[in-house]
């Protein structure tokens, strides 16, 4: 593992400065960041809760990424239309290496990731409803706002190339509408990830990125079961980085397509599997993500 012995200055910082150019395109922050997620828009009786454990893997290169998560959401009645609250719990093992520059990387480490919280509050269409006037409701149109934040609480180490913590917070607003068309919903949301500054990066160094923006589409079928299954795509451009000012890789821009589906067991249980892989890189920065999860449901009257 590289550490800070390797100065930036000459021909190990051109090296180091390359490593690190390497290792973004490998490893893009990863599917915090960049994760497809349907239904962000979607209504729900106030006052339901939902707690989620799953495991999930992302392949990038040779390095594998392997989380196990746990989620815990809140419905609640925000100005007369419906919200929700999310906070996740991610545990991170990273391995895998490569040979950059003539030099063999490895990487391995384990641990807490950055935690995330994310609201989404609608607008327009999604009215608070209670379990029981929630049977009656049929979706048209619904338009809604939301903010994810990562919490650099992951496990870090300053001498590594790359950590599952990230030492820097992101924020992340968005916008999106839903529409309903028979058992069909068409989700179109767009959204702009801006990031704070690692400024202990490889010994105090300083390692910064512009935003990245993207756009995502889903279309999502319901059976009369609840059961629901979707098919999304996303668009992601921006996120040139610096080191110490300097930049060191060119603006992102990438296509990726995926899979989600919900599956209720009972009336309180649901198993959830997704997949996504990149369809198009210009920087070479795709992975590949699959994903199960339980998720148990209460409150609310239920």
């Known amino acids: 593992m590289l550490n800070s012995a390797f100065p930036l200055q000459g021909r190990s910082g051109w090296i180091l400065s390359g490593l690190v150019a390497a290792f973004i395109s490998l490893l893009p922050g990863l599917p915090q960041a960049q994760e497809i997620e349907a239904r962000t828009y979607s209504n729900a009786p106030v006052g339901i809760n939902f707690i989620s454990a799953g495991v999930a893997q992302a392949k990038a290169g040779n390095y594998t990424l392997t989380s196990e998560v746990m989620g815990l959401t809140h419905i609640f009645d925000a100005g007369g239309q419906s919200g929700k609250i999310t906070l996740v719990f991610p545990y991170g093992q ?133 059961a629901w299954i979707s098919v999304d795509a996303t668009y992601f451009t921006g996120g040139q980085s610096y080191l110490n000012g300097n930049p060191i890789n060119g603006n992102q821009e990438n296509w990726r397509f995926g899979t989600t589906m919900s599956y209720p067991v009972n009336r309180h249980n649901s198993i959830r599997l997704s997949a996504s892989t990149g369809a198009y890189s210009r920087t070479n920065n795709s992975y590949d993500l699959y994903g199960i999860s339980w998720q148990y449901r209460f409150g609310g009257g239920l």
């Open 94 to 226: 990273l391995s895998g290496s490569s040979s950059i520059g003539g030099r063999t990387v490895n990487a391995s480490t384990e641990g807490l990731s950055d935690p995330l919280i994310k609201a989404a509050i609608n607008l327009y269409g999604a009215p608070a409803l209670n379990l029981d006037q929630f049977k009656g409701y049929q979706q048209d149109l619904i338009v809604g706002v939301s903010l994810a934040a990562s919490v650099p609480w992951g496990k870090y180490n300053d001498n590594q190339l790359i950590n599952v913590g990230a030492n820097r917070w992101f924020i992340q607003p968005g916008l999106g509408v839903s529409k309903a068309l028979g058992p069909w919903r068409l989700e179109l949301a767009g959204a702009g990830i801006f990031y704070t500054s690692n400024t202990d990066f490889m010994g105090g160094n300083s390692l910064s990125q512009n935003p990245v923006y993207s756009t995502q589409t889903h279309a999502i079928y319901y059976f009369q079961n609840t």
